[in-house]
């Protein structure tokens, strides 16, 4: 069964630094990777998502995230973060054929302080 | 354009009760979707629909059934609630399948007591 594992359930860092959130997923077929974010008392939106290609895909704010087949990680990284970072992020796997069911992580909330 | 909508976003039963939740998307998505949020355990998929009058099980859908009667809705219901139901639900929709993106709708909080 596919799995995703999200290494850490919080992430402090203060705003102008790096960051980097984990994500590693079990499968034995091919998949598409995504990382959505949800914002306090909001649903979740797109962040960026990998199909095929560029191993490396980025998104309109900043983030960016790096396909790694032989240690199967998803990891997303930003260089510079801003207080409106403050989120939490989700990493999720679809490996389940043309139905789109996504297995999700556990979620990681970015805390960025001033 | 509303996207994604929900309908209610907060709503406490009492164990044993029953309740409906709608779910509705003006975008003319083929596939809609159930999650449950609960803390720690990510988003878990309850049900699917890839298509109108189509309906298919996901990861955690024991006590829950739905209905797609109309390709814009896609209708969640709690027959007897339990406790362990109290949850953020989610409804998503995408275009197509795998790879497209899914939109989300704000969520329903439900708290069985």
């Known amino acids: 069964a596919q799995s995703v594992t999200q290494l850490d359930s919080q992430v402090p860092v203060f705003e102008e630094a790096p960051v980097e959130l984990r994500c590693n997923y079990s499968?034995?077929?091919?998949?598409?990777l995504f990382w959505y974010v949800q914002y306090p008392n909001q649903g979740l939106q797109l962040l960026l998502k990998?199909?095929?290609?560029?191993?490396l895909v980025e998104s309109i704010n900043g983030f960016e995230a790096e396909f790694n087949k032989s240690q199967t990680s998803f990891h997303l990284r930003k260089p510079s973060v801003h207080i409106s970072d403050t989120a939490e992020y989700f990493c999720?796997?679809?490996?389940?054929?043309?139905?789109?069911?996504?297995?999700f992580g556990q979620g990681t909330t970015l805390q960025v302080k001033p | 354009n509303a996207g994604v909508t929900q309908t209610p976003k907060f709503r406490v039963l009492k164990t044993g009760q029953s309740m409906t939740l709608l779910c509705a998307q003006d975008?003319?998505?083929?596939?809609m979707y159930w999650y449950r949020q609960d803390p720690g355990m990510g988003l878990r998929l309850i049900h699917y629909?890839?298509?109108?009058?189509?309906?298919a099980k996901g990861e955690v859908p024991d006590g829950y059934n739905v209905s797609r009667l109309k390709k814009q809705n896609f209708l969640l219901g709690l027959e007897s609630a339990a406790p362990s139901q109290t949850s953020v639900y989610f409804c998503?929709?995408?275009?197509?399948?795998?790879?497209?993106?899914?939109?989300f709708g704000p969520g329903t909080r439900l708290t069985v007591l």
């Open positions: 998503a929709s995408s275009k197509a399948g795998a790879a497209d993106t899914q939109y």
């Open positions: 499968s034995s077929v091919s998949v598409y």
């Open positions: 990998y199909l095929s290609g560029s191993t």
């Open positions: 999720a796997v679809d490996g389940s054929g043309n139905t789109g069911k996504l297995i």
């Open positions: 975008m003319n998505h083929e596939y």
């Open positions: 629909s890839v298509g109108e009058g189509t309906t």
